[in-house]
């Protein structure tokens, strides 16, 4: 006990000095700052009222004063003050100096110089050719739903059944501005247009595209309205630039009204500073996107026409590499598999495809097609049939129109997210129930 004793009294003595040195920096500290003020007091004073204390004049009305000998006595005290100040600050501002050395302009870099390193994407693209959506996380279709059980086991059930329920590849190669559509002899679904833009190459010199560049006028005089069903739903590739207005106005002549706009964010990770990125003449900035604008042409309801789109999963965006090869229009094949999971109508339209774009589920017509395999009756047929017992039975009043349907599993339906009717109470746009 009298060790610990001992060690209790070295420590209080100890605290008792540190205490008392303390207190008599901080009596010295403010015994200096007391002076200051009195000084200021006798400064303002001075200025204001001859040789009165401020708290005098204070009493009194202000009036600005001429200059005299007292003030320029004042401003003398003034900077003797302010001499003092800067004094006292002097420590502080040494101090602050040792712990910011600034040796070269390295300091003030961002990005990959910076002595600091931060998340700054443009700075990166600039130094390295690395565009920032390089370095979005989880944002290909197999991470994307990896850390949700239930919709990751829903996007595994969509594939299995489209796969199951598609009809096979069909093709057809046609100069598509001397074709008449109605030759195909069916209503569709869906309706992929993919033109030959002039964009395409602006953005490219010196490649030529395989197919003659279209005017927006062109487009539009493709006559998609007369083999669109009602409802059903088109996906138009504008590019980046015209197109984004002059598509609408496509869609509006063909019976559709614009919806959606699915936007395509480039990346170029695999080749990152070698893929030129120019647009058209009147481009301000580096364009690294590519739009799709989705139409609806009648009516249909997510909260009410399940069995004909499943919403509330697909996103409108895709993030996906640019092909590396120079001036390609190849598009990602995301998009299929987006509109596939989306609209269940089996009846799918592809214009200006080409022989990498054929895909079972698919009629792909376009002049860049090497061969073709369509027949009318042949295609017609795939639908006439009911539809095989292991699809789930649709609303009454469409079993006469099962089989131009994907259908569904229970287990989709049990896991699909939900909107509840208009004006109803549910559980709104939750995850799956």
Same mark, same amino acid.
């Given at each position: 006990?009298?060790?610990?004793?001992?060690?209790?009294?070295?420590?209080?003595?100890?605290?008792?000095?540190?205490?008392?040195?303390?207190?008599?920096?901080?009596?010295?500290?403010?015994?200096?700052?007391?002076?200051?003020?009195?000084?200021?007091?006798?400064?303002?004073?001075?200025?204001?009222?001859?040789?009165?204390?401020?708290?005098?004049? +204070?009493?009194?009305?202000? =009036?600005?004063? &001429?200059?005299?000998?007292?003030?320029? /006595?004042?401003? #003398?005290?003034? *900077?003797?003050?302010?001499?003092?100040?800067?004094?006292?600050?002097?420590?502080?501002?040494?101090?602050?100096?040792?712990?910011?050395?600034?040796?070269?302009?390295?300091?003030?870099?961002?990005?990959?110089?910076?002595?600091?390193?931060?998340?700054?994407?443009?700075?990166?693209?600039?130094?390295?050719?690395?565009?920032?959506?390089?370095?979005?996380?989880?944002?290909?279709?197999?991470?994307?739903?990896?850390?949700?059980?239930?919709?990751?086991?829903?996007?595994?059930?969509?594939?299995?059944?489209?796969?199951?329920?598609?009809?096979?590849?069909?093709?057809?190669?046609?100069?598509?501005?001397?074709?008449?559509?109605?030759?195909?002899?069916?209503?569709?679904?869906?309706?992929?247009?993919?033109?030959? +833009?002039?964009?395409?190459? =602006?953005?490219? &010199?010196?490649?030529?595209?395989?197919? /003659?560049?279209? #005017?927006?006028? *062109?487009?539009?005089?493709?006559?998609?309205?007369?083999?669109?069903?009602?409802?059903?739903?088109?996906?138009?590739?504008?590019?980046?630039?015209?197109?984004?207005?002059?598509?609408?106005?496509?869609?509006?002549?063909?019976?559709?009204?614009?919806?959606?706009?699915?936007?395509?964010?480039?990346?170029?990770?695999?080749?990152?500073?070698?893929?030129?990125?120019?647009?058209?003449?009147?481009?301000?900035?580096?364009?690294?996107?590519?739009?799709?604008?989705?139409?609806?042409?009648?009516?249909?309801?997510?909260?009410?026409?399940?069995?004909?789109?499943?919403?509330?999963?697909?996103?409108?965006?895709?993030?996906?590499?640019?092909?590396?090869?120079?001036?390609?229009?190849?598009?990602?094949?995301?998009?299929?598999?987006?509109?596939?999971?989306?609209?269940?109508?089996?009846?799918?339209?592809?214009?200006?495809?080409?022989?990498?774009?054929?895909?079972?589920?698919?009629?792909?017509?376009?002049?860049?097609?090497?061969?073709?395999?369509?027949?009318?009756?042949?295609?017609?047929?795939?639908?006439?049939?009911?539809?095989?017992?292991?699809?789930?039975?649709?609303?009454?009043?469409?079993?006469?129109?099962?089989?131009?349907?994907?259908?569904?599993?229970?287990?989709?339906?049990?896991?699909?997210?939900?909107?509840?009717?208009?004006?109803?109470?549910?559980?709104?746009?939750?995850?799956?129930?």
């Amino acid at each position: 006990y009298s060790i610990i004793i001992y060690f209790i009294d070295i420590f209080v003595n100890n605290a008792n000095i540190l205490f008392l040195d303390n207190l008599g920096k901080m009596e010295s500290l403010l015994a200096q700052r007391k002076k200051r003020a009195e000084k200021r007091r006798k400064l303002l004073g001075g200025e204001l009222g001859g040789n009165s204390d401020l708290s005098d004049v +204070l009493k009194t009305r202000l =009036t600005p004063l &001429p200059k005299t000998a007292v003030n320029e /006595k004042a401003s #003398s005290s003034q *900077e003797e003050v302010s001499r003092e100040d800067e004094k006292l600050d002097k420590p502080n501002r040494e101090s602050s100096q040792e712990e910011e050395v600034y040796k070269d302009s390295s300091v003030f870099l961002k990005g990959l110089d910076s002595m600091n390193p931060q998340n700054d994407y443009q700075q990166n693209f600039v130094n390295t050719g690395q565009r920032p959506q390089n370095f979005i996380m989880d944002a290909g279709i197999e991470e994307r739903f990896a850390d949700y059980p239930k919709l990751n086991q829903l996007q595994r059930l969509k594939n299995d059944i489209i796969k199951t329920r598609a009809t096979p590849p069909l093709y057809m190669s046609v100069d598509l501005k001397e074709f008449n559509l109605k030759s195909l002899g069916s209503q569709f679904d869906v309706i992929l247009v993919d033109p030959p +833009l002039r964009e395409y190459e =602006t953005r490219a &010199p010196g490649v030529s595209l395989t197919t /003659k560049p279209w #005017s927006w006028d *062109e487009i539009e005089n493709l006559g998609i309205g007369q083999v669109g069903a009602s409802p059903s739903w088109i996906f138009l590739w504008v590019g980046s630039s015209a197109g984004l207005e002059r598509g609408r106005d496509c869609l509006k002549k063909w019976g559709y009204r614009r919806c959606e706009d699915i936007c395509w964010i480039k990346t170029n990770r695999k080749s990152p500073g070698t893929i030129k990125t120019n647009a058209d003449d009147g481009a301000i900035l580096q364009h690294t996107t590519e739009h799709c604008l989705m139409g609806l042409k009648g009516h249909c309801k997510r909260s009410t026409d399940g069995h004909f789109i499943h919403a509330n999963v697909e996103i409108d965006l895709i993030v996906a590499e640019e092909p590396a090869e120079y001036g390609s229009t190849e598009k990602p094949e995301e998009l299929f598999r987006m509109i596939e999971h989306f609209c269940l109508g089996r009846r799918r339209l592809h214009l200006f495809s080409k022989d990498t774009n054929v895909r079972k589920g698919w009629v792909s017509v376009g002049p860049e097609l090497t061969s073709s395999n369509y027949e009318v009756e042949t295609y017609l047929e795939m639908f006439r049939d009911p539809a095989p017992k292991f699809i789930k039975s649709l609303p009454s009043g469409l079993d006469g129109f099962s089989n131009k349907l994907v259908g569904c599993w229970p287990e989709i339906e049990r896991l699909r997210p939900k909107s509840p009717p208009h004006g109803g109470r549910g559980r709104g746009r939750g995850g799956p129930r």
